[in-house]
């Protein structure tokens, strides 16, 4: 290790349940590597959630030079959630199941190791400016969303999973998604683009700000963080036949050339549905309506250029 040339002040925030799991060393490791190289690193490691925004606010308030979260897509959220709009950035090293949010912006999402290094290159850079969604829900409150947004099978697959206590890990998005499958059917959308109404029956609705969800399932396989658009897919009507069939391309990005399968871009989205949850980033938001729109500029990140 090259000590740094410019040592910075970093909050580091420790998802608290990687404790548990296989992940359990990732955030001691970090923070401990970054220390070594002459940052001062607050690191934050609280038995909730809850304690540990509350934490990361305090430490936030004095404006350190970054704040780094170690896990998956919940602890970005989390951290989108504090810094968005703030000027602080964000820095990540994925240790969950999914790490969309670090294949979107290409750091390595199953090698901690190799992701601590880019961020450590990075710290000496401008961080690179990249857009945020910002959701309004149906009681009024306001959150962020770094990767993607989901509206549809796609988000009735996540509350499946989250009721699910086996098996860990990718798996049980698979067996929620075999579980869903036996009652799929096609959900009535209002959706509006940029002040453009229609109505659509859609068995997928996604808003994606980054390419993927659910551990690479590629959604939006054309987004970019930082056009200053978000893109939006909409899965027709289809029978569960012909749902199976289309469904495996989503994994490759390969299904933006069926018929049914429409991607549209625009900043302010609006969508209505009844009796459907949306999450973003994993993290549940609330059941529809809701109201999306990009914020461009929003989220400073520590990721390749």
Known sequence: MTPTSS????????????????????GPMVAGKLRALGHEVIDLVAPTYEDLIAEARHELASKPDALIVVGGDGMVNLGTNLVAGTGVPLGLIPAGTGNDMARALGIPHEDQLAALDILIEALDRPARVI?????????????????????GFDAVVNERANTLKYPRGKSR??????????????????????????????????????????????????????????????????SRLNFLRIFPKVFKGTHLTEPKVTVYRAKKIRIEADAVVAYADGERLGALPIEVEVRPGALLVFAPQ
Not at 176 to 192: D, F, G, N, R
């Open 173 to 238: 998005y698979t067996v929620a998604l075999l579980l869903e499958l036996l009652t799929i059917k096609p959900i009535q959308y209002k959706i509006t683009l940029d002040g453009a109404t229609f109505d659509t029956g859609g068995m997928l609705v996604s808003v994606g700000n980054g390419v993927s969800l659910g551990g690479g399932m590629k959604v939006t396989p054309n987004a970019k963080v930082d056009d200053g658009l978000l893109d939006i897919l909409v899965v027709g009507p289809l």
């Open 7 to 26: 040592p910075k002040r970093l909050v580091v925030a420790i998802n608290p349940f990687a404790r548990f799991g296989s992940s359990r060393d990732v």
């Open 131 to 151: 857009d945020a969604g910002y959701v309004t829900t149906s009681d009024g409150s306001q959150r962020w969303f770094g990767c993607m947004l989901s509206a």
